[in-house]
């Protein structure tokens, strides 16, 4: 009669385990508001470091469609900043993500304008 019930605790232990171990499994690990924040910032901070050259007069020669490249980066990289300083949820920290990346296409647009000594600098992709 013991070897039964320790039988059968084992079985519903081993069940219990079983279903908790599944759903586990089953669950979609969605990114902390912690570690889409830090994302946020590292494209933010990469956007910002692009769009100083390691030569300012680099951007003096620009043609006009580098130069609109240009200022809309800028204003990707001012946009970001500002919906970072607001930002709260996962959802938000995305966004900047978004925005910044954006930025940074704008920017090779701008360093491909410039010409091949500005377009090897690294930006990020």
């Known amino acids: ?13 081993g069940a219990v385990a079983g ?7 089953r669950r979609v690990r969605r990114p902390s508001g912690l570690d889409a924040e830090a ?6 901070v990469r956007l910002g470091g692009g769009m100083t050259p390691p030569d300012p007069r680099t951007w003096e020669g620009a ?3 580098a130069a609109r490249a ?4 800028a204003e990707c ?4 900043r500002a ?3 607001s930002a709260r949820t ?3 920290y995305e966004e900047v993500t978004q925005t910044a990346r954006e930025g940074l296409e704008h920017l090779r647009r701008a360093r491909a304008g410039l010409g091949p000594a500005s377009a090897t600098a690294p930006v990020d992709r």
């Open 63 to 65: 043609d006009e469609g």
């Open 90 to 92: 996962a959802a938000e």
């Open 39 to 44: 994302e946020a910032n590292h494209w933010l």
């Open 19 to 25: 279903i908790v171990v599944r759903r586990r499994g």
């Open 1 to 13: 009669m013991g070897f039964t019930i320790t039988l059968s605790v084992l079985l519903i232990a």
């Open 70 to 73: 240009l200022t809309s980066a």
């Open 77 to 80: 990289h001012r946009r970001s």
């Open 83 to 85: 919906l970072l300083a």
